[in-house]
């Protein structure tokens, strides 16, 4: 579970507090970043990582890529730390 | 006969997408998809990769969505069941088991399909192809047997599939009837970076070579080229191309070339019948052209938009999609249209003497696909330079210089 990225969300109006990126699974598929392009972008290494933008994306989105990826790499939790994708 | 508000075609991504999204647009409308295959919506993309092909992830990783998510959603799915035809005057779909189906909306998203080798002896056991559940169950069950592996053509399926047949501990041939891996999609240079990590993991390459014939008894155990070589195999994973099966829709006055005809708003010809996915051979208005675009991220937002179409939000198409990969230490990403057609013109842009590529198509005055070796992490900012419809005709210098950032171009189109 080591290679993990989080990212912990600051927006009062969210369900979503924290997204987590495994990067063990992360494929490049980049399906994230075709749905969420201020949240998610591509590394050197051609894995997915949250931007400084992340923020702005609505939970809508945000739950709309998490389950585009087609390896289930992005982790979605509320505010309770509960897992609620995938 | 069952009638449905939207029937939909296809139980892949495109076909799940559409149906998602109409449900969130149209909570009570029927919607009935019809699957040919015995499984719900599940990751294409999953099969051929490593965590799952080699079981360190659980095999339920590949459901994408819960069995519940059908019913919860009012969504009636079908699976098993063939389409055999289309009355487009009734808006009747017939099914191979006899039913029939009267539709006010119909999506057809029914993908493609692997082309079979058409080598004598391609019949046998042993022979294997990458495209469903049941060949992904079939060559997992040959893995475990075989010593030897063959795979044939030279594109993402032979590339994925000799890194998880190395990775299993195959001796892994690899067959190609070009002179380099992926020509003409690549440039001769490009191609050789990929080569190269095939062969550091141990992947043997034959060039200019066809099979004439596939030996053995009932199972595979060589393949016979037309130069008189043998390759010894258990096992033969075959990528040699995919193909839109159209023959059911012959009679209904459906527009069909390779793919199903359809304008920017992903409507064919005929009133109230849709197409999305790989199905779709569809105007795009970004890239200006009639294209037919087969990858996972086009099928699903294509999907989407046909959904917000069929339940009366109407837009045009506007995606510029992309595959991306990546196996052996390499990452390979394709954007927008990169098939070679006369009168296109390529720029090369290297990093660090060619261990990284990126070429750009260039169609007219202006950039409408990509291929990137080693440089995904600049996929989106390419993918943006197309959909921005850059004027890149007295630019090239700057797109091949690398000290040139390639978002400079993105952030100018903005200001201007």
């Known amino acids: 579970m080591a290679n993990q990225q989080e990212y912990q969300r600051s927006r009062p109006d969210s369900k979503i507090a924290k997204i987590v990126v495994d990067r063990d699974l992360c494929i490049s598929a980049a399906s994230c970043i075709g749905v969420a392009p201020e949240a998610f972008e591509l590394d050197a290494e051609s894995k997915a990582i949250l931007k400084n933008t992340a923020d702005s994306v609505d939970d809508e989105t945000l739950m709309m890529a998490a389950q585009s990826c087609p390896t289930k790499a992005i982790l979605l939790f509320d505010n309770d730390g509960k897992q609620i994708y995938p | ?416």
């Open chain 2, 1 to 416: 006969m069952t009638e449905v508000k939207y029937l939909i075609i296809g139980g892949g991504v495109a076909g799940t997408m559409a149906a998602d999204t109409i449900r969130k647009k149209d909570s009570e409308g029927s919607i009935t998809i019809i699957s040919d295959e015995p499984y719900r919506f599940y990751s294409k993309i999953m099969l051929s990769k490593p965590a799952f092909f080699l079981g360190k992830i659980p095999f339920e990783t590949i459901w994408l969505r819960k069995e519940e998510w059908y019913p919860e959603n009012k969504i009636s799915l079908l699976l098993g069941k063939k389409a055999v035809s289309l009355d487009p005057v009734g808006k009747i779909v017939a099914l191979d088991d006899g039913a029939s189906f009267k539709y006010e909306k119909l999506l057809l998203a029914t993908g493609s399909s692997v082309i079979k080798w058409p080598v004598v002896g391609a019949d046998k056991n042993g022979i294997c192809y990458l495209r469903t559940l049941d060949d992904v169950k079939k060559i997992m069950q040959l893995v475990k047997t075989a010593k030897r592996a063959a795979t044939i053509g030279g594109g993402f399926i032979s590339f994925e599939m000799a890194d998880l047949l190395r990775l299993s501990g195959k001796d892994v041939t690899l067959i190609i009837r070009e002179n380099y891996f992926w020509e003409p999609i690549l440039d001769e240079e490009s191609g050789r970076l990929v080569e190269k990590v095939l062969k550091d993991a141990g992947v043997e390459i034959l060039y200019k070579s066809e099979a004439k014939e596939i030996l053995g008894g009932d199972s595979v155990e060589s393949i016979l080229l037309n130069d008189g070589r043998k390759v010894e195999a258990e096992m033969v994973v075959c990528g040699i191309g995919v193909r839109s099966e159209n023959e059911w829709l012959a009679g209904s006055g459906l527009k069909i070339n390779k793919g199903i005809l359809a304008n920017e708003y992903l409507e064919t010809n005929l009133p109230d019948v849709w197409a999305a996915g790989d199905v779709a051979e569809y105007y795009d208005p970004i890239l200006g052209e009639t294209v037919k675009l087969g990858n996972w991220i086009h099928s699903q937002e294509q999907g989407k938009r046909a959904g917000f179409n069929m339940a009366g939000e109407k837009e045009p198409f506007k995606f510029v999609s992309f595959y991306a990969s990546q196996g052996l230490g390499a990452n390979i990403a394709f954007i927008g249209n990169i098939a070679p057609l006369p009168g296109r013109s390529v720029i090369t842009r290297k990093y660090d003497n060619g261990k990284a590529i990126i070429r750009f198509i260039q169609s007219g005055n202006k950039i409408v696909g990509a291929t990137l070796i080693n440089k995904t992490e600049d996929l989106k900012t390419i993918a943006n330079m197309i959909e921005n419809n850059i004027d890149v005709s007295d630019r090239l210098e700057e797109l091949s210089d690398v000290n040139f950032n390639l978002s400079g171009f993105n952030s100018e189109n903005i200001n201007a």
